[in-house]
């Protein structure tokens, strides 16, 4: 497979690059999910760009639907439709809507409102272990998601059910459209309340890095009774200087300088 590097940093260039056009879109939380996506789909998920709805693939939830770019630009790359579509985000009518769509290829699952997509991958997760189906689950959650009672009750649901086919990543950016989570609705420890709700977690201090995402996966694969956590502490708006950890750029597309200024950055 080819260098997990290069193709992250090609898919925030698309990011940034199609957040643009649209001049409309969050770029902070669709850039710090980049390497989650990435290892996802280019390393870890059995996946088929030729044919997208296979019985036994793997299947993804992006339950942060906000950040549907790093998805799109995920998919593009990984040849589930072509890159073009990726310069037509958010226009009327075209493929790419401003949260992921189940008339895309590749998106199992449409999503933004938030929480909803996390329970429905709780559901596929149900639905496989009840068909004997061998596909595994994946699921994103924003770190201000989970201050949603839905995101618990599916907790306690996926725990109560053993859905060790199931991995949820938490992109920890610590960020949400409002300012720092511990100042909106404080889910900290996100770890400790996890672990009460019966998940296997797994702690990721950088989940902007392979290495560490690779071994979290690892751990959460050892685990066959109960479903995994792996909450990952990343950067908002990774990558791009003057986007990094600046709530400002949750939801707000860059103006064509800055598009430039940050696809220097991603040089």
Partial sequence: MEDLKAIAKEIRRDIVKSIGKAASGHPGGSLSAVEMLTLLYFEKMNVDPKNPTKADRDRFVLSKGHAAPALYATLANRGFFPKEELDHLRQVGAMLQGHPSMHTPGVDMATGSLGQGFSTAVGMALGAKHQGAPYHVYTILGDGEIEEGIVWEAAMAASNYGLSNLTAFVDNNNLQIDGQISDVMNPYPIDEK??????????????????????????????????????????????????????????????????????????
């Fill in 194 to 267: 996890f672990a009460a709700f019966g998940w296997n977690v797994i702690d990721v201090a950088d989940g902007n890095d392979f290495d560490q995402l690779r071994d979290a996966l690892a751990q959460a694969e050892a685990c066959t009774d109960k479903p995994s956590v792996l909450v990952c502490k990343t950067v908002k708006g990774k990558g791009v200087s003057f986007m990094e950890n600046e709530v400002g750029w949750h939801g707000k597309g860059p103006n064509p300088e800055q598009v430039e200024e940050a696809l220097k950055d991603l040089a």
